[in-house]
């Protein structure tokens, strides 16, 4: 299933309906999925309509013309209609004209806009299209809307928050996202609102670079823009999750710079066609929308030409079943694609920071692989995941200069980590650890010149990009300790305050509150590695300041029961500075570290006790580096 992520991994029995709706969905292909781009000019304006085969993707064939010659147009999709809106002919038109994908022909008058528009945006679900912004004749705020399956006059809809034209436009099954556009200047503004809900628009974040001739398709969960031009077209792609509000991260490019592309999608695939570069060009290519990087080429269309529009049967918008979420699928192994994260830290004693995020496949020994970078090089930050995106919180920067920021990646793509939000104050050399839900980080140093120990805890919601929020405290004021999770319970054993500390204790991480006394780790320490099953969390190495010594001791403790830890066995090499291992339910993974700087990856399989065992070698070596997993036992 290469080619369906969302159904990578997966086997066992599935009921009709899931298979259904992965099909309707376009995560399995279907011979009608059909896109289709629509007029522009090249340099005359044109009303010619082409198509592809979503599935099987090439020369683009003939589909029929529209009642009126047009560019700079707006065109949305259905499971039936193909619709096309308003642009320039030369005039703003306000003509709404409408096709049936199943059968190539000419195009039939559907209704009017509210006035004649043009570079003008548009998308749609299932029941219903919005028709964004424009040119009508200065830039409009304007959003408005027609019932898909019925003809009529488009109604209005709200605002936008800022009046513009030349934006993208992207949908899910609930929600459209509208990016980019020029209003008095090129801008970087997402707007986003709920389609089945009239009002006006809400800010959803920024792209990376302000500019107009954006274009915008969709799975039914990830918003992608491509194309656009601010002192120069650009080939510049980059994507949104649509049910989190952030800003936008690039992950790709066109072949070739241009803007207003036509881009349509289904659930697998983006892609774009012709477009303004600054000759009018052919070209159709396409970008797998889960994981990015650069186009394709795939065919050409029949009439080079620019400025066009791009619709389908099967965007993302559509697919109202299927989207990734099936309770309980049946990986193929032990943690099959579970992804261990390492990321930042310092090499010592040259003390270079680094920017470097490194991945391991948890239950596949080897060397770690480049996953992408940090915005910022930083170490002793604290980390957490869910199951599909992991937080690299706090840390300190050169010369130690502590950090709120927190950034985020997804772990189904490679790629560069994106702003999240901040915590509640500077923090490095603390801890993070999470369930499915919530990324807590725990204790650690203050900002220069004191470095003060914190006993603050703070948490964020992983699925909700934003800032962090106060959860308790711990019991003393601590830097350096080792944190793990269950689904319910945060476990913090070790730490300086200022001497190193045996303590552990304990977090319902649904509940915010204070720590409550758990037990005693085997040896006093600052720095411990912590990771966890469902059921057992691990303490590994970390720094004995009593008798100023590196050690290789691994502790555990049952998560459900308090009690003190037990010794589990020794790591292949004493080490310390290494802020959190990496774990499936089945096998622990700990990071290089600080003696002084330790080369390897250890790991130990976390049901049965024993020496943990060799697993390969990190690209970068050095303490301080940050570790998650998509497979933790928070997330059992």
Not at 45 to 72: C, K, Y
Not at 112 to 117: E, F, I, Q, T
Not at 528 to 545: E, I
Not at 627 to 636: D, K, R, T, V, Y
Request: glycine share 16%.
């Amino acid at each position: 299933m290469a080619n369906y992520p969302q159904l990578d991994d997966c086997s066992g029995v599935w009921t009709l309906k899931e298979v259904h709706d992965a099909v309707a969905g376009g995560y399995w292909p279907s011979v009608g999925s059909r896109g289709l781009f629509m007029a522009g000019k090249q340099p005359a304006l044109q009303n010619t309509v082409d198509f592809i085969n979503l599935v099987t993707p090439g020369d683009a064939s003939d589909f029929g013309d529209l009642t009126q010659s047009r560019s700079n147009n707006s065109a949305m999709g259905s499971f039936t209609r193909a619709i096309c809106a308003g642009g320039a002919s030369p005039g703003v038109s306000n003509r709404i004209d409408y096709f049936t994908i199943a059968s190539t022909g000419n195009a039939a008058d559907y209704g009017d806009l509210a006035a004649g528009n043009s570079n003008l945006s548009a998308g749609s679900n299932s029941t219903r299209g919005v028709v964004i912004g424009g040119l009508a004749p200065g830039n409009s705020n304007v959003i408005q809307y027609i019932t898909m399956a019925s003809l009529g006059n488009t109604i209005d809809f709200g605002d936008l928050t800022l009046a513009r034209h030349d934006p993208g436009t992207a949908t899910s099954p609930t929600r459209a996202v509208v990016a980019g556009g020029q209003g008095g200047s090129d801008t970087n503004v997402i707007d986003f609102f709920e389609i089945s809900t009239l009002g006006n628009a809400t800010d959803f974040g920024d792209l990376t670079e302000a500019k107009r001739g954006v274009s915008g398709a969709s799975s039914s969960t990830r918003g992608v823009f491509t194309s656009g031009k601010d002192s120069a077209v650009k080939t510049t792609t980059e994507f949104v999750t649509i049910a989190s509000q952030g800003n936008a991260i690039g992950y790709g490019d066109l072949t070739t710079a241009s803007r207003n592309v036509g881009f349509t999608s289904d659930s697998r695939k983006a892609y774009a066609a012709g477009g303004f570069a600054p000759g009018h060009t052919n070209v159709i290519e396409n970008i797998l929308i889960n994981s990015g990087g650069d186009f394709v080429d795939t065919g050409d269309l029949t009439v080079s030409r620019g400025y066009l529009a791009g619709c389908s049967n099967a965007h993302g918008g559509l697919n109202d079943g299927y989207q990734g979420t099936r309770i309980a699928p049946i990986p193929r192994g032990l943690g099959a694609g579970q992804r261990g994260i390492f990321a930042g830290g310092k090499l010592n004693p040259a003390g270079t920071v680094r920017t470097e995020i490194q991945f391991v496949t948890i239950s596949t020994t080897g060397n770690s692989n480049e996953f992408g970078d940090l915005a910022t090089s930083k170490y002793g930050a604290g980390g957490g995941a869910s199951s599909t995106r992991g937080l690299h919180m706090g840390g300190f920067v050169d010369p130690a200069t502590a950090q709120t920021a927190t950034e985020y990646v997804e772990f189904a793509s490679l790629g560069n980590a994106a702003s999240f939000g901040d915590l509640t104050a500077v923090r490095a050399f603390s801890s993070g650890c999470s369930n499915s839900t919530r990324a807590l980080m725990v204790g650690g140093n203050g900002p220069a010149p004191g470095f003060a120990r914190s006993n603050v805890v703070d948490y964020f919601t992983i699925a909700s990009i934003g800032d962090a929020t106060d959860f308790g405290n711990l019991s003393a004021a601590s830097a350096a300790v080792g944190a793990t999770a269950s689904s319910t319970r945060a476990i913090v054993g070790g730490g300086t305050n200022p001497d190193d500390t045996v303590t552990i204790e304990y977090f319902t991480i649904g509940s915010t509150g204070n720590a409550t006394d758990f037990g005693d780790l085997t040896l006093a320490r600052q720095y411990p590695q912590g990771l966890a099953s469902s059921t057992r969390g691990v303490f590994a190495g970390g720094y004995d300041n009593g008798n100023s010594a590196y050690t290789n001791v691994i502790d555990y403790v049952t998560i459900a029961s308090t009690g003190d830890a037990t010794d589990f066995g020794d790591l292949t090499v004493a080490r310390s500075q290494s802020f959190g291992g990496v774990s499936s339910n089945i096998r622990g993974v700990f990071l290089p570290g600080t003696n002084p700087d330790n080369v390897t990856i250890d790991y130990v399989t976390i049901a049965s006790t024993g020496n943990a065992a060799d697993f390969g070698d990190p690209g970068t070596i050095g303490g301080d580096m940050t570790g998650f997993s998509n497979g933790h036992g928070g997330l059992s």
